[in-house]
């Protein structure tokens, strides 16, 4: 009986070849287009900041640290680097019947700078002595597509899935600028693996959801920036939304859940033991655009908790102990949005504005909290309390040639930890002051 269903088996597999007909095999062809760039920045801040990337990708300045009366961090730089050039694959073109399949494998080069290994760089220098290297190749994005078209009575529907390595849903909408960061950290940011579909119903609506892994961009925690977090919580991060667009315009509304676990193990009284710890946080958002001739217009709001695997500036803490051995944590929440608008072909005029709010954790804690229990976004720092930041820009565009120059000034409002510590709700109220940056950027590129 075994052997007959297994000729069976092979009999419907040989007929469903066969079904093919020679028509759909020929309809399966493959189309590759190769893309990129080849990119060079220009940057010179006139105070020490957080950046990464060969300092291309900026956050924010660092807060005033005085030693000996001089404020080490009023300190003005200059870098070139072109270690952001780009290449990719786009593949197209096979498809049997009303489906589609694709794939797109994209990468590009990585800081790949290392600090200074003398003993005396944190003498001479005041922090960021990433000199000495090479750009590393990495991987942006990796994925495959399978697109259901033609669906429906009137077949105005489509059901795309995405899988593997490619921007985060919540990241996807990027603002007009030309600077490495792409409008964080006052929107969400993140390449990672996913399971992603979108349903286009007629011609109006989409609804998206997503299952999401972490990979370069990871949550905070006990041990730092790490996917272990989510590892060993075993639940993918979960993605969901709702979009409509017509006629240049479109508004998007998405909701984000995440729930990890800090810690697997724990003690109680010198012992090992096993804790269930587990954090849940909510972050959802409103995306809308606008275009109409030459003009264009964006606008991204985020609001919830955590966010920090986003590039976002927040994060949690922890706020207790429990006797078993487990611990009790609170999300930071945020509040972050920007606006963009550009104007013009040959010659772009480009507006960024952004804004950040800290809001604190969504619960309080008993007792001020220690430094070293808030995990914040790496990026960032756990005293701050609100961002903005004005970017203009000026993009000359020569046939496949950009020439793009921008001045951004970002503001932080930085306050004082008392005796070390935040106070119950994971803010620093204390001698509240800002510092500023002013960012002049360069950029040559030459797309193919």
Known sequence: MKRF??????????????????????????????????????????????SGTGDLFYYMPKDVNMKDG?????????????????????????YV??????????????????????????VYFPGNTKVSGTATAR???????????ELGEEKQNSVAMKIGQAW???????????????GAPFGPFS???????DANLGKNWVVSAAAIWQMQYQSNGPIGSSANYMKYGMTPEMYAALAYKSNGF???????????????????????????????????????????????????????QSGEHLNLMSGYAKIGENSDGSWNYASLRNSSSWLSMTYGKKWQGVLFLGYMKNLGLAEAASAPLAKGDVYFCGNGFSNLNQIYRINPQLIYNIGKLNLGFEYQWTAVQYGDYKEGKLNEYGLATDNLHWVGNNRVNVMVKYNF
Do not use: C
Not at 139 to 149: G, H, I, M, N
Not at 168 to 182: G, K, N, Q
Not at 191 to 196: D, E, F, G, I, S
């Open 5 to 50: 269903y297994l000729i069976l088996s092979a009999a419907l597999l040989a007929l469903g070849t066969f079904g093919a007909s020679a028509a759909e095999k020929a309809e399966a062809k493959n189309n590759f287009k190769l893309y990129g760039f080849i990119r060079n920045y220009f940057v010179y801040d006139s105070r020490e900041s957080v």
């Open 70 to 94: 001089v404020d080490i961090h009023d300190q003005g730089s200059f870098s070139y680097l072109s270690l952001t050039s780009r290449l990719g694959v786009d593949v197209s073109g096979y």
């Open 97 to 122: 019947n009303n489906v589609h399949f694709g794939a797109k494998i994209e990468g590009d080069f990585y800081s790949g700078l290392s600090n200074s290994s003398n003993a005396n760089a944190s």
């Open 139 to 149: 991987l942006r994005q990796a994925y495959a597509t399978v697109t259901w078209k």
């Open 168 to 182: 985060h849903p919540m990241a996807a909408d990027i603002p007009h600028i030309f600077s490495l960061e792409a």
């Open 191 to 197: 390449r990672t693996p996913l399971v992603q579909m």
């Open 250 to 304: 479109l508004v998007r509304a998405g909701v984000d859940l995440l729930s990890i676990k800090p810690r697997v193990l724990g003690s109680v009284n010198d012992k090992v033991v096993k804790v269930n710890d587990r954090k849940t946080s909510v972050l959802g958002y409103v995306y809308t655009q606008y275009t109409y001739k030459k003009f264009a217009l964006k606008a991204k709001s985020t609001f919830g």
